[in-house]
């Protein structure tokens, strides 16, 4: 009885993407996922994808379907309610300029600067394997030799440092560019630069209001630094079995590992 009125009650499923519901190889299991959102879609519960990464990834993780997901992507920066974009970050110029010449100072820092059309790196500061591997989380990645010279609408940087030293440079970001724009991090030498008050929850925020419903009726899964402020948000949270410690206490719930498929098994216990 109490997992038919869970199921009524919750009219949006967030779920972060690296570390929580696809495996480290990034295969999840499409066929019985389908399923799920099937039954999710008849109890008139929206299903969002809540990721650092770039929309166009995201996007292609769902070939054929994503048009019927929501997505807040880029840390909050971007969100799309289906086939509308709902908000796209604008980060002013004084900003941009700020933190690519911060991070000029510091050579080890591997910059991504990402944008409404596409995400870029600098010739000359990164080297071709890096942008090969960035294509991984960024479908969209060009070459510029200046960042300063594109022309977009920037919506963060994704400075990509020693993983010992994450917590080094954040505090950097954080001290150096306060008021300005803030760091965050799901660790392991990655770091977002985005503007103050953008984050996961804050573009969960902007889906809750257009769909007229509550943060108590919205489920949350995450993993990772990143993810606190939506499993805080959320009225039913989830932290993955492979979480750091800091998520699992911000999260009310654990669930199985990413590798355990625990996203899925969590929703059939829900919407079955």
């Known amino acids: 009885m109490e997992r038919r009125t869970m199921s009524q009650d919750i009219k949006m499923v967030a779920v972060d993407i690296d570390g929580t519901f696809v495996h480290a190889d990034y295969t999840y299991d499409k066929p019985r996922f389908r ?39 880029e840390n909050g ?9 709902v908000f796209a970050a604008e980060m002013p110029d004084e900003t941009v300029n700020e933190i690519i010449d911060l991070c000029r100072e510091y050579p080890e820092i591997q910059n991504v600067m990402c944008g409404l059309e596409s995400a870029y790196c600098q010739r000359g500061e990164v080297d071709g394997e890096f942008f090969e591997k960035t294509k991984i989380y960024y479908h969209r990645l060009k070459w510029t030799d200046d960042f300063k010279k594109v022309k977009d609408q920037i919506l963060k940087f994704a400075p990509t440092v020693p993983d010992e030293k994450t917590y080094y440079y954040y505090d950097i970001f954080r001290e150096r560019l306060a008021g300005k724009a803030e760091p965050t991090t799901s660790g392991h030498g990655s770091i977002d630069v ?23 009726q919205c489920a949350a899964f995450g993993d990772g630094g990143n993810d ?11 932290a993955m ?12 719930h654990i669930c199985p590992s990413n590798e355990e498929d625990g996203v899925l098994v969590t929703l059939e216990k829900l919407f079955f």
């Open 228 to 238: 606190i402020e939506m499993l805080q948000y959320c009225g039913y949270s989830y």
């Open 77 to 85: 920066a971007f969100v799309k309610d289906r086939t509308e974009l």
């Open 35 to 73: 399923r799920i959102l099937s039954r999710m879609n008849e109890a008139g519960c929206r299903f969002v994808v809540a990721s650092g990464n770039q929309y166009y990834q995201l996007r292609d993780l769902f070939p054929g379907y994503y048009d019927e997901l929501s997505f807040v992507a």
């Open 194 to 216: 985005i503007l103050p008050g953008c984050h996961k929850a804050s573009g969960l925020k902007r889906l809750v209001k257009r769909w007229g419903i509550s943060p108590e």
């Open 241 to 252: 079995e492979n979480a750091a410690p800091d998520v699992k206490r911000a999260a009310k």
